[in-house]
Nanobody, 121 residues
Framework: VQLQASGGGLVQAGGSLRLSCVAS????????MGWYRQAPGKQRELVAT???????NYADSVKGRFTISRDSGKNTVYLQMNSLEPEDTAVYYC????????????????WGKGTQVTVSS
């Protein structure tokens, strides 16, 4: 199972970016999907998650600015980021809880390699 994230880049404060992450491989089903970020010198932190049923959860710092969504048919999760601030600068990682075909009835967590988001002031 692999997760491939894309969509990062350099943007001015107040701008927008949309991140995408596609899960591929021998997947039976995908449970929660989410985005995390890690700024230089800081621990990785949760940004947003979305369940298989569409329930969402956001970090307080991004509520009202970021929107997480998913296309289950495409095994893809998105993060629409609006009103970006310099404090949002970080490497963004996608995560998925997956039931792999190789391990039925188990939930295994997978991480993508990350995509850099840089917000200039």
């Amino acid at each position: 199972v692999q997760l491939q994230a894309s969509g990062g880049g350099l943007v001015q404060a107040g701008g927008s970016l949309r991140l995408s992450c596609v899960a591929s491989g021998r997947i039976m089903r995908i449970f929660d999907m989410g985005w995390y970020r890690q700024a230089p010198g800081k621990q990785r932190e949760l940004v947003a998650t979305i369940s298989s049923g569409g329930s969402t959860n956001y970090a307080d710092s991004v509520k009202g600015r970021f929107t997480i969504s998913r296309d289950s048919g495409k095994n893809t999760v998105y993060l629409q980021m609006n009103s970006l601030e310099p404090e949002d600068t970080a490497v963004y990682y996608c995560n998925a809880e997956v039931e792999p075909m190789a391990s039925p009835f188990r939930s295994v967590g997978y991480w993508g390699k990350g995509t850099q988001v840089t917000v200039s002031s």
